[in-house]
């Protein structure tokens, strides 16, 4: 599991994270990602958590983006659905594993 975090810049996923999302793609098995803005718009980080998986054709397992707005306030409940997004997104059963 991959863990692609990152800041908005200029109205999109910093430059670091967008790179490194695109050339290693390839070998994650599955990837999160998660950003944070200082914008007060409620769910601009989200919409910019689009443009990091067009830009990369990542299909990510868990999505967090909070806005200063939610920063600032109680995130606790949106924290807590991406980790167990993230936990469930692990769990595999031996089954599973001997499929793939």
Not at 13 to 41: M, N
Not at 54 to 77: F, K, N, Q, W, Y
Request: charged letters at 20%; hydrophobic letters at 35%.
């Amino acid at each position: 599991m991959v863990v692609l975090a990152g800041p908005i810049w200029s109205s999109k996923i910093c430059s670091p994270t967008l790179v490194y999302g695109r050339e290693h793609k390839d070998q994650f098995r599955k990837a999160a990602v998660l950003c944070t803005s200082r914008s007060s718009e409620p769910g601009y980080a989200k919409k910019c958590l689009a443009t990091l998986t067009t830009a990369t054709g990542i299909a990510p397992v868990a999505m967090l983006g909070l806005g200063h707005r939610e920063i600032r306030g109680d995130h606790t409940a949106e924290v807590a659905k991406f980790v167990a997004a993230l936990k469930n997104s692990t769990t595999t059963t031996v089954d599973e594993e001997e499929q793939t």
